[in-house]
């Protein structure tokens, strides 16, 4: 078989089982999966709830699979729940995820691509407190969380403005803090987050279905965790700031005031949540990891996997410990497909000499680059033969960008290396983007409504490694 051939063959299986990946955590799908009616009693995850004693549902939320699981719900609650029970209710979602539903306002609540808040978010913030203030002991409230619920759910506390928010958020994410640390800081200047949306809820009864895009599912950092008790303090926040040296970056004064406030009146009682709250993981990353290697196995592979259950380094430092595990796997017996789950980080250039990227890009180009510097150069080979390395976001998004993520395989390495393209200099500056769209690298599948992080797969034929 040609080396074209037989990389397009790695290349289409590589995608499959990546989509099937995705496609498990589909976010209508794992909905129905935990939501039915049956007859006058109603089914969410483990729990069932008689339908005559419930006055109204109101279902509110955030995430970037916010749609689907809406849309989901829906389908599920059927119509006569959603007449009777007279549903209504309001999600915050990415601009590219809005459609019309015949009860739950979907919200535009930031543009596709721009993972900050917006004024727009600040609105339907304030939507979504207003709904849940205004229930009483006979009603349901549903909260549909999932990731991206963050940037989704901007609220300012007193005396912070939105500049003020999105200045800090800024200055940790390009100084590489990880999603723990900046959900700490975030729900501490927050009248939302870390459990305040559900003290603000006067129902009788609020459940919240989670899909997680936090390794390990805590549920207090996922969407910073508006329906949990904050278990963070904001001394951990200042201690973050202090951290990143976030005073010398020019981070406004009433960030500090409030956070200082806060510490101040720590020994006082925290309000309690205004009804019985109950929290349900129905999808994550393993999910998305096991939907994959049962589809390796389809294909005819003898598959490895592994779901992160912490946080993961440096993008660059996965990518190149993929690329280790792909030379071993090529030249040794045992399996030949690696699938992993996780999110890594990405520490930015500064602005001026930084391009377009996301964490999924950078981690492919730094495998790339360590299998182009370790392979010897034999004219008609390329450093990838019977290699092939994908890295994805579940939710379609990596970066600011439209691509989900990246790949390589022989062929796009062999352009790379006869183009003479300097691969340091594209990881240096945070520019994966540039270098893989010409050379058709790039994975683009638009919004996929749901986020689990990120799916990897290393597939090796193990003949070509013999040779």
């Not at 950078?362 to 004219?379: R, S």
């Not at 008609?380 to 579940?394: A, E, F, N, Q, V």
């Not at 769209?437 to 490694?465: F, M, S, W, Y």
Request: glycine share 10%; with cysteine.
């Amino acid at each position: 078989m040609s080396l074209w051939r037989a990389s397009q063959h790695l290349r289409s299986d590589a995608l499959a089982i990546w989509r099937a990946g995705v496609a498990a955590a589909d976010s209508a799908r794992l909905v129905a999966q935990h939501v039915r009616v049956d007859g006058a009693t109603l089914h969410i995850a483990d729990e069932a709830l008689a339908l005559p004693r419930l006055r109204r549902i109101v279902v509110v939320g955030a995430g970037k699979a916010g749609a689907g699981m809406a849309a989901g719900l829906e389908a599920a609650l059927g119509r006569s729940v959603l007449s009777t029970k007279h549903v209504t209710g309001w999600v915050n979602v990415p601009a590219d995820c809005v459609r019309p539903l015949p009860h739950i306002t979907l919200h535009a609540a930031r543009p596709a691509g721009v993972n900050e808040p917006t004024a727009a978010g600040i609105a339907g913030c304030a939507q979504i407190l207003q709904l849940v203030e205004q229930l009483t002991a006979d009603d349901l409230c549903v909260c549909l969380l999932s990731g991206g619920g963050s940037a989704l759910l901007p609220a300012p506390a007193p005396g912070i403005t939105l500049q003020d928010k999105l200045a800090v958020i800024q200055h940790l994410s390009s100084a590489g803090a990880n999603i723990q640390q900046l959900n700490t800081v975030r729900k501490h200047l927050s009248r939302i987050k870390g459990g305040r949306l559900a003290r603000a809820c006067r129902a009788g009864h609020l459940v919240t279905l989670i899909i997680s895009d936090v390794l390990g599912d805590p549920l207090d950092v996922i969407a910073s965790g508006p329906t949990v008790p904050d278990t963070t303090t904001a001394r951990e926040a200042l201690a973050i700031l202090d951290q990143f040296h976030a005073r010398a970056a020019g981070i406004s004064k009433a960030v500090f005031d409030c956070l200082q406030t806060q510490v101040a009146q720590a020994g006082t009682a925290e309000p309690q949540a205004g009804c019985h709250v109950t929290n349900h993981v129905i999808g994550n990353n393993a999910v998305a990891v096991d939907a994959a290697g049962q589809e390796a196995e389809r294909r005819g592979y003898s598959h490895a996997m592994l779901a992160a259950r912490q946080l993961e380094g440096a993008a660059e430092t996965v990518g190149r410990h993929l690329a280790e595990m792909a030379r071993t796997m090529q030249r040794t017996p045992g399996p030949d497909c690696l699938i992993t789950g996780g999110e890594p980080t990405v520490t930015l250039a500064p602005p001026a000499v930084r391009g377009l990227g996301g964490r999924n890009q950078q981690l492919v180009l730094a495998a790339l680059q360590d299998l182009v510097a370790a392979a010897p150069h034999c004219p008609g080979t390329s450093p990838l033969d019977g290699l092939l390395i994908l890295s994805g976001g579940t939710d379609g998004e990596d970066g600011p960008t439209d691509a989900a993520g990246a790949l390589a395989d022989a062929p796009l390495a062999s352009a790379a290396v006869e183009q003479g393209l300097d691969l340091q200099h594209y990881l240096a500056r945070n520019d994966a983007y540039h270098f893989f769209e010409p050379l058709g690298g790039l994975i683009k599948t638009g919004p996929t409504h749901t986020n689990v992080c990120d799916v990897r797969v290393v597939l090796v034929n193990q003949q070509a490694g013999s040779k």
